[in-house]
């Protein structure tokens, strides 16, 4: 058996300062697997391309309130923050990893390397910032927001009212003061920030939300840039970053396009001049595609430039 040590991840995220959160994260999880064997990788294979699909976008919204829905039901229920993680964190034992199909004895393996690369980024990039995450869903990276800078506002955005109302009941529990529920949908993007009464330096995050709005992403970066946030991180599905020259991604970049996924947002940002890009990462982790990739961005100037589809 294989396993994650902070070496093998210093490599996966090219970065050779890794902080002693992230270290000790790296250490308690354990996180062992190995490489599948032929049997092993046919069934994987054919399970992919037999895979049920949904589709992404507007028409899917009833879908999660009703997910954010059953978080709420059990977070009131017990006031426990492990009842925010989402359903859609399953147990598999066969992943995508680091370029390779593994088995893993760890059936949490994908949710406890998405902390990792959590961790990792957020001390890398964040410091006295002011959190914005939008599709902030249900609360989870809110809470770890909310824990891990005591001291800077945490506000979750979400189009789901019952999302909205999870950051309303967090608020009220010791350490969660500073969080705020914000109704915001990304394919019509409004907010006012002067209301906010925001005085430090904010971060725009997003986590698997800009997902779900595929090629719709333009309106979203334009209220992204006009913003004009100091940074804005994101853990999402990159489609530019698969190899359709490899099998292994290739069935990846079919599954995220036979869901509607992302579109080239990336592509899109490295065309920007008013962009400037301060990293990206393929980061190969998931069930039948790569959720947690890195884009890291800011606008280089403050005036309003407005983006046009092509």
Not at 162 to 184: A, R
């Amino acid at each position: 058996m294989n396993l994650l040590t902070v070496s093998s991840f210093k490599k996966i995220v090219d970065d050779q300062e890794i902080d002693n959160d992230t270290q000790n994260l790296i250490n308690t999880f354990k996180l062992h697997y190995r490489e599948v064997n032929i049997n092993e990788l046919n069934n994987i294979i054919l399970k992919a391309i037999k895979s049920n699909r949904s589709v992404a976008g507007f028409d899917r919204k009833n879908e999660w309130e009703d997910g954010w829905h059953e978080n709420l039901k059990n977070f009131l229920a017990s006031k426990d923050i492990k009842d925010l993680k989402p359903k859609y964190y399953r147990s598999n034992q066969y992943l995508r990893f680091n370029g390779n199909w593994i088995y893993t004895p760890n059936s949490d393996f994908e949710f406890s390397f998405f902390q990792i690369i959590r961790s990792y980024l957020f001390n890398k990039y964040i410091y006295n910032h002011d959190i914005f995450e939008f599709g902030c869903g249900s609360g989870l990276n809110v809470a770890y927001f909310a824990k891990k800078f005591p001291y800077s506002r945490i506000f979750g955005l979400d189009w789901s009212k019952n999302s909205v109302q999870i950051l309303n009941n967090l608020c009220h529990l010791d350490g969660f003061s500073k969080v705020s529920g914000i109704v915001f949908d990304m394919f019509e993007p409004s907010l006012d920030l002067n209301s906010l009464n925001i005085i430090n330096d904010f971060a725009f995050v997003t986590i698997g939300g800009m997902e779900q709005i595929g090629d719709s992403f333009y309106d979203f970066f334009n209220f992204i840039f006009n913003k004009n946030p100091e940074i804005c991180i994101h853990i999402e599905p990159i489609i530019e970053q698969y190899n359709q020259d490899s099998l292994f991604d290739y069935l990846a970049m079919d599954y995220h396009k036979s869901c509607g996924y992302l579109g080239e947002y990336l592509t899109y940002l490295k065309k920007n001049k008013n962009v400037k890009i301060i990293n990206y990462q393929k980061i190969s982790c998931g069930l039948y595609h790569d959720g947690w990739n890195i884009i890291c961005w800011r606008p280089i100037k403050s005036v309003t430039t407005g983006a046009k589809a092509p």
